[in-house]
């Protein structure tokens, strides 16, 4: 009775028709919690903020602890889908490549060390400014800058975000903090965002109230996930609907650095090329690449993923949060792929609580605008493989 129960649930959480089978799995997947990015926090507002005892950016305690929770739910689920053994797989079985950044490797180690326990998975990483994961500008051309500055500029100037400014600059206390004092730039309503300069090697870049509400808001969320008492998140300043109008400003933030098409297709490219090798010319089981939410927002929107909602979320690329690619065989010898974001909910990251066939992470799916999906969530894989010989 309980594993029929069992299969249920699992059925529902993740409903893949019977005849299909699980050949491989590519995750890409962004790092798990960390400590705030940015040093000038103290700046922006007069109100304290609480310690962290990590070093800025890095994983924390609770992060490796949330990332082996997604380990061992993943090696479970790959197990009952018979994609994986139980026990250790085989060597050429699994590839693990991180990012060479700290939070990143951490967070690759910390989901192995759950999936695989004792099995000496190695976890490849390229060097301090790979590639791959470098959300870089490639493009050294003038009209290329043009295109990319106006395109950034209509996305600013369609968004309308006063009243999460003005929620914000509250909470914040902002008509105090040494900035205002300082530069005289006091209102993030009517304050100047700034496209800063396009260049080769580097991050597309806003200064302005909007950059200055996304690292206010980050070290929130981040506050929130570790763990930290709500008097210390945020002052104590949140609940539901403030969270998701002060998200708002970060989902803004992001649309105007990350979301421009032809902006997003030339930073993601190394990416979208190293995964497309592993797509068409590559059969390991489970690949698993460990990067950042500017990975991810850069290669959906390069990629040309219909727009989505992640629901139990305020983010478009949460935390520890997991594009999957599965390719699946039916009985007709016919190929599928199904792409699902599999991340934990934020109350699931905060509790921190166990995730298991029973108790899942979220699964949700998504679709590629030239690969349609049926009810189910499948697309042709050689409609797939198509689409991916054009980059
Ligand atoms: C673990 O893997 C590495 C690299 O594949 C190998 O050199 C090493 O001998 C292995 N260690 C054990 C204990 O199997
Ligand atoms: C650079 O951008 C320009 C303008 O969009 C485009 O015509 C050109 O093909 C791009 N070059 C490369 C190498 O992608
Ligand atoms: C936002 O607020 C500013 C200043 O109060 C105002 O000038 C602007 O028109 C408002 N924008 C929108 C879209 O309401
Ligand atoms: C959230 O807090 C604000 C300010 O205290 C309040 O006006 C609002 O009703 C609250 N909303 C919810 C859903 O609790
Ligand atoms: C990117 O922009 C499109 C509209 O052009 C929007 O629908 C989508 O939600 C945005 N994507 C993200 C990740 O915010």
Known sequence: ???????????????????????RVVVLSRHNVRSPLSEHLAEITPRPWPHWDEKSGYLTPKGVYLEGLMGDFFS?????????????????DVFVYANSKQRTKVTARAFILKAFPECNVTIHVGDKSDPVFSPFIHNNTDAFRKEVVDSMQQILDSLNLNSSYELLENILDYKDSDICKTNHKC???????????????????????????????????MEYYNGFSLPDVAWGELNNSRWETLSKLMEGYHNV??????????????????????????????TLLMGHDANILTFVTGMRFKPYILPNQYEKAPIGGKIVFQKWLNTNGEYFLRIQYVYASTNQLRVGSKLSLVKPPQFKVLELEDCPVNNEGFCPWETFEKLLRDF
Not at 195 to 211: C, D, H, M, R
Not at 259 to 281: C, E, V, W
């Open 257 to 286: 650095i990350f979301n421009s098409t032809i902006l997003a297709k030339d930073i993601a490219l190394p990416l979208i090329k190293y995964m497309k090798d592993i797509f068409i010319n590559k059969n390991t089981k489970f």
């Open 187 to 221: 209102d993030l309503e009517t304050d100047m965002n700034k496209i800063n300069e396009i260049a080769v090697g580097k991050k597309p870049t806003v200064s302005g109230p909007l950059k200055i509400c996304n690292t206010a808001i980050d070290a929130f969320k």
């Open 1 to 23: 009775m309980l594993t029929f129960f069992v299969i249920l649930l699992v059925l529902l959480a993740q409903a893949v028709p019977e005849n299909l089978k699980l050949q």
């Open 76 to 92: 479970k689920w790959l197990q009952n889908e018979g994609l994986l053994p139980q026990g250790c797989p085989e060597k050429d």
